[in-house]
């Protein structure tokens, strides 16, 4: 069982920038870590995310704007997310799925991102 805690959404400016956070209760080493949001449908929609071995990939909606990357010392997969529009406004939830088979898969219970001015 991996708990995830994220952290550090909140209000922030069209174009401007955030890092959100996600630490894990324990290792993620041997896991494939992911960013999701619901979209205004109440879809569930990839953001980003990182292999244990560090292959990323990317929504078309945020590439060249959010940065997916972790720590595994720290057990944190970080989302800095640059040039924030008003519709990247959210609730983010972590992802924690084993590898390989993806058995078994985690979430966080989300932080809010709001993009408004």
């Known amino acids: 069982q991996v708990q995830l805690v994220e952290s550090g959404g909140g209000l922030v400016q069209p174009g401007g920038s955030l890092r959100i956070s996600c630490v894990a209760s324990?290792?993620?080493?041997?896991?494939?870590m992911g960013w999701y949001r619901q979209t205004p449908r109440n879809q569930g929609e990839m953001v980003a995310s990182?292999?244990?071995?560090?292959?990323?990939i990317y929504a078309e909606s945020v590439k060249g704007r959010f940065t997916i990357s972790k720590d595994n010392a720290k057990n944190t997969v970080y989302l800095q997310m640059d040039s924030l529009k008003p519709e990247d406004t959210s609730t983010y939830y972590c992802?924690?799925?084993?590898?390989?088979?993806?058995?078994?898969?985690?979430w966080g219970q989300g932080t809010q991102v709001t993009v408004s001015s």
């Open positions: 324990g290792s993620i080493f041997n896991y494939d």
């Open positions: 992802n924690a799925k084993s590898t390989p088979t993806g058995k078994f898969a985690y």
């Open positions: 990182i292999t244990k071995d560090g292959g990323t």
